[in-house]
């Protein structure tokens, strides 16, 4: 991520393109005389790729192995159906 530091003096005739560019995950802060008095972020962060992978991942790891045995959802109510998929 890059850091981004804007003088508040220049960020006025930039705001636009600076919340576009903290949307899309660059680090901006604004700056009066020289120091950091605010940053711009996103009120809702979109995850990555890689970030909703690792997430995905880490939530199998947590389920126990015995959860999954047994009969599974899409196969739990065939009894009610024919061999054409239609109610009996």
């Known amino acids: 991520m890059r850091l981004m530091n804007v003088p508040v003096s220049e960020a006025k005739g930039q705001l636009t393109e600076l919340v576009r560019r903290a949307q899309a995950g660059e680090d901006v802060v604004l700056t009066r005389h ?23 991942e880490e939530a199998k790891r947590m389920v126990p192995p015995e959860a999954l045995n047994g009969p599974d959802a899409a196969s739990s109510q065939d009894f009610l159906y024919d061999e054409d998929g239609l109610p009996r």
């Open 34 to 56: 020289g120091l950091p008095v605010v940053r711009l972020e996103p009120v809702e962060r979109r995850l990555s790729a890689t970030e909703k992978r690792r997430i995905i």
